[in-house]
Each structure stands twice: as C-alpha cells, then as structure tokens.
C-alpha cells in the first residue's frame, strides 16, 4: 500500500510540473498597434451638437430678459481636435426664468459671437429674487488659429488651437 501511494505521488509530482500542451484552438496573441488618424486636409469649425440652454421654437411666446453676468472663462480641453468650453457663472431675474445662450459659428476673423439671456412666462407670478446659475458650454471644434469670444459684447477670453 505504502509502494502505490508514493508511486502515485511521484506520478502526480511529475505531472503537475509538466509543461501544458499548445491549444490549437485558440489564435495568436497579437500586439497592440497604436491608431493614429490621419489630420484632415481642410476642417472646419463645427459647433457642439447638443447645447442644453439653445434657444427653442417655444421662446417667442416667452418675455425675454437679460442675465447678470458674474464672471466668464474659456478653457481649452485636450482633445484633437481642440475643444473649447466656456464657464458661466451669474444670476437669472427669477426663478422663474431660463438661461439661454445662443452661439455663433466663428467669423472671418475668428470672433466667436454669443447672446445670453433669459426667458420667462409673459403673465407669470414668481417670487423676485435672483437665481444664481453656473454652467459649463462646449463651444464646438476649432481648426489651428486664434480664436476670441464674446458675451453680449463682452469678451470673455481667448484661444489657441
């Protein structure tokens, strides 16, 4: 008895430190490649899709009205190509109000134009007290050159790209 167990332990001693058999079913490994895209050859600047404060179809039936603006920032993300986001921090009349902000495609001198202001209900009763708001905007994607921006005649900073 003693014979078959150190026989069966030498065996299996044996066998746990052999090397495994290759699968055949499995492909190679293949090494990561770094993806690079090729720069285009012409770009032009595209404003960002989705802008949660644009103005809508609905505002004209609405009384419009300025915003108090606290402070402006424009900030260049790292992105290719380059992306830049205006910080926006202020009040609104009332609570009752909605923040909107319009932007314009750079013109030919790169002056990138926005409008901000608020919209509220014609005849609605509201409590007057300011309501601060404090919003970040992707302006959109900007080919190489100098950009500024602008805030309802105000510049609010400028860029490289």
Not at 41 to 63: E, H, I, M, R, V
Not at 89 to 118: F, M, V, W
Request: glycine share 4%; aromatic share 8%.
């Amino acid at each position: 008895m003693k014979r078959l167990l150190i026989g069966l332990l030498v065996i299996w001693t044996f066998a746990a430190c052999a090397p495994l058999a290759a699968s055949t079913n499995n492909p190679p490994i293949r090494q990561p490649t770094a993806f690079m895209p090729d720069p285009p050859t012409s770009f032009t600047p595209t404003l960002p899709a989705k802008n949660p404060y644009a103005p809508n179809s609905s505002d004209g039936q609405l009384s419009r009205s300025n915003i108090y603006i606290e402070s402006m920032q424009v900030r260049v993300l790292e992105s290719y190509p380059t992306q830049a986001q205006l910080n926006l921090k202020g009040n609104l009349p009332t609570p009752c109000h909605h923040l909107r902000i319009d932007i314009k495609a750079p013109d030919p001198e790169n002056k990138i134009q926005i409008e901000a202001y608020s919209v509220a209900g014609i005849n609605k009763v509201c409590t007057q007290v300011l309501q601060p708001f404090d919003v970040n905007i992707l302006l959109g994607n900007f080919p190489s050159g100098h950009y500024s921006v602008w805030i309802n005649g105000r510049q609010a900073g400028e860029f490289d790209s």
